[in-house]
């Protein structure tokens, strides 16, 4: 099929290379000039394992990038894959979405071929209906007769994302009509995996709750974590043990410094704020919420009651990203535990094997070093927050500290001499 992305950001670039893996021609739909001139250069504006490799592959012959939503006339299909930031209350921003809506629907106009629009973008529930079916009938002047609608919600995991398109769990389709669904499942029918189909406002609402009851598993490993410390017990013992009951799964209950990245705290949020409008309390989303917002303190909790106070202490920080094989810090932990370091007068000096020049746009005044070594040299402790495989057999480097004291915010580490943040 031809088909047009709207958005060439994390999620829809990784959807472009998907699909046109999947045999596939599409045209990325980006106002960033310098991002669409790196794809169509076949360069990654960000890193991801095996982006690089399919922007090689598909670039020049089923892949392009354009800064015009004139492609979308060509198109059997359009996706609108733009973010939908949430403030700290959980209200989401629409206004890229509803841009792009607006674009499709002038594209459109005077064409009478059905053309299907695939909402993949993260939107509160109801979203599609109200807002983004209104906004392309007005603005191409056509009605449901030549125009299909679904919300086809992504599951990718950052770090994991390209074999997740490729390998999902599910695919969930939620269509306003029999052909919309045809459609789209004849364009997966190449991936192996069930295609759940449902009303586009359940599709909706099934991205936040997926993302919602991962935060709370990661909470409630937290929680707990923190309830073993205290009794000394290995709380990842503790876990092996419950999560092999096949109804809870080992999945998402490793105990550490809390959750990060783009979707977990901002869907989370989202459907607080959702419940809220509704006049429901969600005590449990809060806290959920609330955990995950004092894990990082527990770091330098731990580093005050072995140093005393942090100021002018030479603290290392190992690992930046939220989660290892992305350079993505949205949502890092690494964030509030340099802020707090920061604040008590501590030097910081980190590292990160793909983080650092993100990092650098938010701290610009800490240092930052070229490899782990160079942070643990005369450091009075460190801190591990990102379980990156390269940190795994560090052991001998820790001996270049003025004192050997190591905490994990990720259990990672297979040395001796370390504690953990929650074990």
């Known amino acids: 099929m031809d088909i047009s992305v709207i958005g060439g950001g994390y999620m829809g670039l990784v959807t472009s290379v998907g699909l046109a893996e999947l045999g596939n021609t599409v045209t990325v739909i980006d106002l960033n000039e310098s991002k669409v001139a790196m794809i169509n250069s076949a360069q990654a504006p960000f890193f991801e394992p095996g982006l690089h490799e399919l922007l090689q592959k598909h670039v020049g012959s089923s892949l392009f990038a354009s800064t015009t939503f004139e492609d979308v006339a060509d198109s059997e299909i359009s996706f609108i894959c733009v973010d939908t930031p949430a403030d700290e209350t959980g209200h989401v921003n629409l206004t890229k979405v509803k841009s792009s809506a607006c ?21 509160p529930p109801g979203t599609t209906e109200s807002v983004i079916i209104p906004l392309i009938l007005g603005k191409s002047k056509r009605n449901f007769s030549t125009l299909g609608f679904s919300a086809n919600p992504e599951f990718l995991r950052e770090g994991q994302a390209v074999a997740d398109f490729m390998h999902p769990d599910r695919i969930v389709i939620g269509v306003s009509d029999g052909r919309a669904e045809e459609i789209l499942t004849r364009m997966y029918c190449k991936i192996d995996a069930p295609i759940l189909t449902t009303s586009i406002k359940s599709a909706e609402m099934a991205k936040h709750v997926s993302n919602a009851f991962l935060a709370t598993k990661i909470s409630f490993a937290n929680e707990v974590g923190n309830i073993c410390k205290n009794l000394e017990i290995d709380v990842y013992d503790v876990m092996r043990c419950v999560g092999s009951d096949h109804r809870i799964s ?49 770091i330098y909790r731990l580093l005050e009651r072995k140093l005393g106070k942090l100021k002018n202490k030479r603290i290392a920080v190992l690992g930046l990203a939220f989660k290892p094989n992305t350079d993505d810090i949205r949502g890092s932990p690494a964030i509030p535990v340099i802020q707090s370091l920061d604040a008590k007068g501590a030097t910081v000096i980190a590292y990160d094997p793909l983080a650092v020049e993100n990092m650098r746009g938010v701290f610009p005044r800490i240092k930052y070093a070229k490899h782990p070594l160079e942070a ?46 929650c074990w």
């Open 103 to 123: 674009s499709i629907g002038l594209a459109l106009q005077g064409l009478e071929t059905f053309h299907t629009v695939v909402i993949k973008s993260t939107v």
């Open 250 to 298: 080992p999945n998402f209950l490793s105990a550490g410094v809390g959750f990060g990245g783009s979707c977990l705290p901002k869907d989370l949020k989202a459907l607080i704020h959702l419940a809220e409008a509704l006049g429901e309390e969600p005590f449990l989303l809060h806290a959920v919420k609330k955990v995950n917002e004092k894990q990082p303190e527990r």
């Open 376 to 421: 643990l040299t005369g450091a009075d402790a460190c801190v591990l927050l990102t379980e990156w495989p390269e940190f795994e057999c560090l052991d001998s480097e820790f001996d270049a500290m003025q004192t050997r004291i190591v905490i994990e915010g990720r259990k990672i580490l297979l040395c001796k001499n370390k504690e953990g943040v």
